[in-house]
């Protein structure tokens, strides 16, 4: 059996761990001696638990590392799988506990999550974990100081140079890449700090760190003819670099004509970024083939200042409706609701205003060609470490102290409205971003929708589990 075993809860059984793979595949001579387990969110915990007692209680018995990935989305459920495993100590399962990820990171050294852990990585795992490995495994579990549930060894590991992580596409399977979404990254890193998000925490690794092109082509090629078809960039601004994301483009393009449009990319893009050269890459995308994601977050100049985040939303504004009535992607465009200084009334008008660009303008003469278009509400969360945590006393911010910390109430924000945008969110998710019915019609759509949600709520006592032929026979009677 492995002396290292990796493990990550996942969202969903479609989201492979890209980041367990690099950990793997960087560990050199002792990748070999390394296996990986990927579990989903809402699977029974028996099921997470049985194949890792399984593994690290296996003969011969060697010292072994028990490495885990956390994020926001898995971190009470990481916890609830090590107080599981910590039971069976008695038993002879007594891992050498690795914590790390975006989550562990910036956390407060006395979380929970830690009594269970011997070791945190803060930052790029690759060279680090590596090296904590190769000690570990050369001196036995008298070489870990920290008697479990005392403080851990934390790790501040330097940001990895993108030319000497070794790729770990190799580790994905035929069935990750014919059946999953298959994660890449050709970049590291955010130019932008915009306060809400750890690219505005000090050290962080805000600085873009780019993977050399031709070899992640590549590799990109390797996974096209592997079978790959559902290609998610991990890049959190895609077109930071024009040159860069045409050429990328440009390769996939190729791709897709050659495999009749049996492939999707999704990429995650700046809306004021978007010069001719590549608008033009973005428009000979077939239908079908392209996914966009734009985070506008909020059209309000004065809260984008405050938080740190450049803004233009004419431009901005301007590039979605251009996306929207001259490609063929499926748009998703963010918004965030809590943000410091915004109103009910401010952010009901940056989403009619997004509205009146995205929706009217994504359908086409031909449903065959029709571009659908989403706008993703989303609620402020205060992710540990961010520097937006700043302006909590002078809003009087309010989050909620379990993951994923999303904000309850602000000054100019009241608990009762933010409850009406989330209820607003789940309704709209189902309603229109899944193409129950058509919204596009050029009226403001907030204030009917927040009504028309409101009244669901209050008629369906929930906003989940609702029959679809239920919902959309109410819709009728709303007209809608």
């Known amino acids: 059996m492995a002396d290292i075993v990796l493990a990550a809860i996942n969202a969903k059984w479609i989201h492979p ?77 007594n891992p050498v506990v690795v914590l790390g990820g975006p989550e562990v990171s910036h956390l407060s050294e006395q979380a929970e999550i830690f009594r269970y852990a011997d070791y945190v990585i803060r930052g790029d795992g690759e060279i680090a974990f590596k090296t904590l490995c190769e000690e570990i495994l050369s001196n036995g579990r008298d070489f870990c100081s920290k008697p479990r549930g005392g403080q851990p060894l934390f790790i501040d590991a330097q940001n990895a140079d993108a030319g000497k992580i070794k790729s770990a596409y190799h580790l994905y399977t035929d069935e990750d890449l014919t059946k999953k979404l298959v994660y890449v990254e050709a970049s590291r890193g955010c130019p932008f700090s915009c306060e809400f998000c750890l690219s505005a925490v000090k050290n962080s690794g805000g600085a873009v760190r780019e993977f050399p092109i031709e070899s992640f082509l590549n590799d990109m090629e390797e996974l096209v003819r592997r079978g790959a078809k559902t290609f998610k960039f991990l890049d959190r601004t895609f077109n930071i670099n024009i040159k860069r994301a045409v050429c990328i483009m440009e390769f996939f393009l190729k ?24 608008r033009e890459t973005l428009a000979r995308f077939p239908a079908g083939t392209l996914r966009l994601e734009t985070g506008i977050q909020t059209l309000n100049p004065e809260v984008s200042a405050r938080i740190g985040r450049l803004s233009n939303p004419d431009k901005e504004l301007e590039a979605i409706r251009f996306l929207a009535e001259k490609t063929n992607a499926v748009i998703h465009a963010d918004l965030i609701a809590g943000l410091p200084g915004e109103s009910l009334a401010s952010f009901g008008n940056g989403f009619d205003r997004l509205a009146g660009c995205l929706l009217n303008g994504a359908f086409h003469e031909s449903e065959k060609t029709r571009s659908r278009a989403e706008i993703q509400l989303g609620i402020l969360k205060l992710l540990p470490g961010a520097p937006i945590s700043r302006h909590n006393e002078t809003f009087k911010m309010r989050y909620n102290s379990l993951p994923p910390y999303e904000i309850e109430e602000t000054s100019t924000m009241s608990a009762h409205d933010l409850e009406r945008i989330k209820n607003f969110a789940r309704f709209w998710e189902i309603i229109v971003n899944r193409s129950l019915v058509n919204y596009g019609d050029n009226k403001p759509v907030f204030e009917r929708f927040m009504r028309l949600s409101d009244m669901l709520l209050s008629r369906f006592g929930r906003n989940w589990g609702i029959d679809k032929h239920e919902l959309l026979s109410v819709l009728h009677e709303y007209r809608l």
């Open 17 to 93: 761990s890209l980041a367990l793979r690099l950990l793997k595949a960087n560990l050199g001579s002792l990748e070999t001696r390394c296996e990986i387990f990927e579990f989903a969110l809402r699977q029974p915990l028996i099921e997470k638990t049985e194949p890792l007692i399984a593994a690290l209680t296996a003969p011969p018995g060697h010292t072994r590392v028990l490495g885990i990935s956390v994020s926001i989305w898995n971190h009470l459920a990481t916890i609830e799988l090590l107080k599981e495993l910590e039971k069976h100590r008695r038993e002879g399962l």
């Open 255 to 278: 791709k897709i004509e050659e495999k009749k449009g049996d492939i999707i990319v999704h990429f995650e893009m700046a809306a004021s970024l978007f010069p001719p050269e590549l």
